[in-house]
C-alpha cells in the first residue's frame, strides 16, 4: 500500500511555526474513521466492545477521542488505570490486563470496578487475600503452549511467553473462581504481535471458543465474554497487505456460528483490546534534517533521535520515511538516517533509498501513533517531544507539551543544587 502522510509540507511548515520539531502529529478523522470501522465490523455481536491498550498511546485527550468511540481502556498498571478513572471510564469500561501484577494495582482495580483478568493461576489466592474476596467478574487468560501458526507459518511462541494459563490450570480456574463466588467469567489470550494478516482473530478465535465450550462441559462454567486482545498488525512496509477489518470481523463471525452458538454460548460478549491497530497508523513522528555527514557512508542527522521513537533502535523496526514536499521525487539516494544519540543503533533507516535530503527539510516517520511516544525515554539527557492533534477541522491542538529540563531535573526536586536549573 502506497504510504501517504496526512499532513502536506505547507501544514506542517506552518505547524513547526507555534510548535518546533521534533513533534508526534495525529490524525482526528483517520483515528475515528478507523475506530468506526471496527465497531461497525463487530456489530454482528451484541456486547461487542473494544478496549483500546493504553500502553500504545497514553494520551488523554486520545483517550477522550475513544471514549467518543464507545471505546473503553485496557490497562497494565497503576498510573495507566488513574489515566482512564481520570478521562471518566469507570467500571467495566475498563479491562485490567497486567502480569506480574502488584497488590495495590489489584485493590486500585476493583475500587474503579475495572473487569481484572488474572495472568496466572496463583492470582485467585493472591486476588483473594489482597481484596478479601474475588471480584463477581472476572477474566483468565489463556496461554496454549507451543508455536502459534497460521497455515505453516510460524506467527509467533506462546511456549516461550510469560503469559497466561496453561489449559489444565485455567479449567482449575474456573472450577475454583465459580465455588468462590464469581458470577460472569470472560477468557483472554494474546498470542502473537502485529499480524499483518485476516486469519489471526478467526484461528486465535477458534482456540478460544472451543476452549470456552470445553470450560462450561468441564467446569460447569458459561462464559459472560472472550477478549480477542490485541495483536491486529498494521503495514509498516509499503508492499505489506494492510489488514481488512471487516474480513476479520466477519472471520470472527463464521467461528462464532460455528462453535459457540450450537453450544448454547450464543450470548458471548466479544471484546477486543487493540492497540497498534487503533493508533499506529494515525500517528507521525515530524522532524528535521538539521545535517549531512558523508564519510564511508551517508547520513542524514535529524533533529528526533530514538528517544523519540524507540522501535527502529529496539527491534530494527521499519518505519517508512517521507520526505515532505519531495513525494514525488526518485528515490535515488542510499542515507542511514540518524538521532544525535551516543548508541550507533540511533537510526531510523540504515541503507534507505531515499529522494536527495537537504538540510532544513521535513521528514515524516510513519505509523508511529502506536507504540512511539509511549515507549520514550530520557537516556543522554534527551527530552520528550510535544504531541499534536490534528483536529478534522484542520486546526491544530496541542495535547502534550515538549518536556524542558526542569521536567527531567524533576525528581531532584529535594536538591537544592539544582533549584535553579530551568
Ligand atoms: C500490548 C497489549 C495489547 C495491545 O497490543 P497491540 O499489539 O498494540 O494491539 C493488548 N492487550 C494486552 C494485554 C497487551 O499487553
Known sequence: MEKKPFVTRQQ???????????FYLYDERGIRENARAVGEAFSWNQGFKEYFAVKATPNPFILKLLQEMECGTDCSSKTELLLSKACGFS????MFSSNDTPAEEFTLAEELGAIINLDDFTHIEYVEKTLGKI????????????????SNAIMDNPGDAKYGMTEEQILEAYKILHKKGAKRFGLHAFLASNTVTNEYYPILAK????????????????????????????????????NDIRAIGAGVQKVYEEVLTPAGLGNVSIFTELGRFMLAPYGVLVTRAIHEKHTYKEYIGVDACAVNLMRPAMY??????????KENAPCDHMYDVTGSLCENNDKFAVDRMLPEISKGDYLILHDAGAHGFAMGYNY??????????LREDGSVKLIRRAETPADYFATFDFCDILKDVR
Open 135 to 150: 471480584p463477581e467478574t472476572i477474566c483468565c487468560r489463556f496461554n496454549p503452549g507451543g508455536l502459534f501458526k497460521i
Open 316 to 325: 530494527g523496526a521499519y518505519h517508512h520515511i517521507t520526505v515532505l514536499g
Open 12 to 22: 506542517i511548515e506552518e505547524i513547526a511555526k507555534t510548535y518546533p520539531t521534533p
Open 91 to 94: 467500571g467495566h469500561e475498563i
Open 380 to 389: 543522554n539527557g534527551k527530552l520528550k517531544s510535544a504531541e499534536l492533534l
Open 207 to 242: 482456540v478460544l471458543f472451543e476452549l470456552a465450550v470445553k470450560i462450561k462441559k468441564e467446569a460447569g462454567v458459561s462464559l459472560s465474554f472472550i477478549n480477542l486482545s490485541g495483536g491486529i498488525g498494521v503495514p509498516y512496509r509499503p508492499d505489506e497487505e494492510p
